[in-house]
């Protein structure tokens, strides 16, 4: 599975961004789907996740009532909407994919990542 994620950009603190990740392959739709973020100087950390069939999902506290991860198995793409974004955000985002997880959060989970796309959200 090849990812490409894109969508970002600069925002202002309190706008809204939707980041988008194609996926090629006719097994996308089997795939677990998460998105990650990694701040300057921070370690990478767990934002969003969506199960294969987009009946599950999960954020990580920091996000959770402000951004919505979403899919559509037929375009072979998931979504990051992210709304009421603050500077903290800030951050290049990478979306990732694997066929069996246990732990959404658990970035060693993912076998496939997309090669980001970086959020600034200015203050």
């Known amino acids: 599975v090849q990812l490409q994620a894109s969508g970002g950009g600069l925002v202002q603190a309190g706008g809204s961004l939707r980041l988008s990740c194609a996926a090629s392959?006719?097994?996308?739709?089997?795939?677990?789907m998460g998105w990650f973020r990694q701040a300057p100087g921070k370690e990478r950390e767990f934002a969003a996740a969506?199960?294969?069939?987009?009946?599950?999902?999960y954020y990580s506290d920091s996000v959770k009532g402000r951004f919505t991860i979403s899919r559509d198995n037929a375009k072979n793409t998931v979504y990051l909407q992210m709304t009421n974004l603050k500077s903290e955000d800030t951050a290049v985002y990478y979306c990732?994919?694997?066929?069996?997880?246990?732990?959404?959060?658990?970035?060693?989970?993912?076998?496939?990542w997309g090669q980001g796309t970086e959020v600034t959200v200015s203050s």
């Open positions: 990732a994919a694997s066929p069996i997880l246990k732990i959404y959060s658990d970035q060693n989970g993912y076998d496939y």
């Open positions: 392959g006719r097994t996308f739709s089997t795939y677990h």
């Open positions: 969506i199960s294969w069939s987009g009946g599950r999902t």
